[in-house]
């Protein structure tokens, strides 16, 4: 069966600004390690699934940074969607530093 193509626009979370920016890899597929580094202004990605399709890449040394800036926005799309497994996160954790929503054929 043939593969369709992605039609999910990636969308930057900045805890600097309260609107998504829609951002696109260079390559118009998905976006590759040294790209995300850029975007996210960091060293070293997380992955974490929202849903079935969509992942948040996240700065996995966020909460290491001096100061640190909380992603409100990315935190509650994560919380929204976390199973009952991992409910105990929601008030505990968060994610910290900038972060891109994405479908997750659009990272390799």
Known sequence: ???TAVTYQPQL???H???PQPVSPRNGKSFKLAELYELLDCQ???VVRVTNDLI???DDEGKFRNPAYLN???TYVWHQH???LRAAARGVDAIVGRAILCH???FK
């Open 17 to 19: 600004n309260a609107t």
């Open 1 to 3: 069966m043939p593969q």
């Open 104 to 106: 997750d054929k659009q």
């Open 82 to 84: 976390q199973g009952t």
């Open 72 to 74: 409100l926005l990315a």
């Open 44 to 46: 070293l990605v997380d």
């Open 13 to 15: 979370l900045d805890p």
């Open 56 to 58: 948040l890449i996240i």
